[in-house]
């Protein structure tokens, strides 16, 4: 079956440190991978979703950007942090548009 | 702006009741999606309607889709405490599907 690891759960940051979040995949091959961020009480904001091995879309500019060095592992980083960069980040995987499969999130806070 | 809005934003409702939640939505869509967050958690998937389809059921969840109107309804019958979550739909674009875009969801509280 297939599993989603994110990780770290929880992490406080100073405004202006580089920051690297990790996601990976277990039990699929080739999956659409997606990076979300939700703020406090509200939605889910699409930040970038990857369709294959180094293959990147953006959907708001920002100060985050993404990778994708191997099928199944996705990573979201920030050269240099900023408070509005804090809220809860998720990571999706899906394939045949059959629906989204999460991971458990990353609490980010900067401070 | 936003693709999915939910309504109502809270809903707070008694153990053994039925909860109703709807969501609108504005351009054409592939397929709509209700997921369920707990509490600081993930979001899991609850069912997926397809935009050929009007009705899908799962246990005690039904979820109806009204491609005329653009909304869908969540039903959870003979609701539970530990139903109490966040409720978001969610629309596939009709642009290849790789795009879900999310609404802000309902917050479900069930009183035992």
């Known amino acids: 079956s297939q599993t989603i690891h994110q990780w770290p759960a929880t992490l406080v940051q100073p405004v202006g440190s580089p920051l690297s979040l990790e996601c990976t995949v277990e039990?699929?091959?080739?999956?659409?991978l997606y990076w979300y961020r939700q703020a406090a009480g509200r939605g889910l904001q699409l930040l970038f979703y990857?369709?294959?091995?180094?293959?990147i879309s953006s959907e708001v500019p920002q100060n985050l950007s993404a990778s994708r060095p191997q099928d199944r592992q996705f990573i979201l980083s920030s050269k240099k942090l900023l408070l509005s960069d804090s809220g809860f980040y998720l990571c999706?995987?899906?394939?045949?548009?059959?629906?989204?499969?999460f991971g458990p999130g990353t609490r980010l806070t900067v401070t | 702006s936003q693709q999915g809005e939910e309504d109502p934003q809270a809903l707070s409702i008694q153990e053994g009741e039925n909860a109703t939640m709807n969501c609108s939505y504005k351009t054409s869509i592939n397929n709509l999606q209700w997921y369920r967050q707990n509490s600081g958690r993930g979001l899991v998937h609850l069912i997926l309607?397809?935009?050929?389809?009007r009705e899908k059921h799962s246990g005690r969840l039904r979820v109806t889709l009204d491609t005329s109107k653009k909304s869908s309804s969540l039903l959870i019958t003979a609701s539970r405490a530990a139903d109490t979550a966040s409720y978001f739909c969610?629309?596939?674009?009709?642009?290849?599907?790789?795009?879900?875009?999310f609404g802000a969801g309902t917050r479900l509280f069930v009183k035992a």
């Open positions: 969610a629309t596939a674009l009709n642009t290849g599907g790789f795009k879900t875009i």
């Open positions: 990857s369709v294959g091995i180094g293959q």
């Open positions: 309607i397809r935009s050929n389809e």
């Open positions: 039990g699929t091959s080739n999956p659409n």
């Open positions: 999706a995987w899906s394939v045949h548009g059959t629906g989204e499969y």
